[in-house]
């Protein structure tokens, strides 16, 4: 299965950011649907997980301010990001474990 991630940009510490990652087919078979994100000369970490009936998990530095949610009709997983901070600059992607599937990824920069 191919994903496509969007919506990311440069935004003010603070500010608001809405990524979206649509499949190339359903995703409806799948539990489990990540994001992570890999900040420049770092690893690539995870940043939330979302499955079906609204389970969700976070990492520490994000829960609170992002929310992962699905649209299995849409194929789509958006993580909704507010209260950016400058540390959360990195390039996002989803990842569907089942299928060691990465998304392209897009870019989030947050300014100070």
């Known amino acids: 299965v191919q994903l496509q991630a969007s919506g990311g940009g440069l935004v003010q510490a603070g500010g608001s950011l809405r990524l979206s990652c649509v499949a190339s087919r359903s995703i409806s078979i799948f539990r489990q649907i990540d994001w992570h994100r890999q900040a420049p000369g770092k690893q690539r970490e995870f940043v939330a997980f979302g499955g079906p009936g609204g389970n969700t998990h976070y990492a520490d530095s994000v829960k609170g301010r992002f929310t992962i949610s699905r649209d299995d009709a849409k194929n789509t997983v958006y993580l909704q990001m507010d209260s950016l901070k400058p540390e959360d600059t990195g390039t996002y992607y989803c990842?569907?474990?089942?299928?060691?599937?990465w998304g392209q990824g897009t870019l989030v920069t947050v300014s100070s």
């Open positions: 990842y569907i474990p089942r299928v060691n599937s």
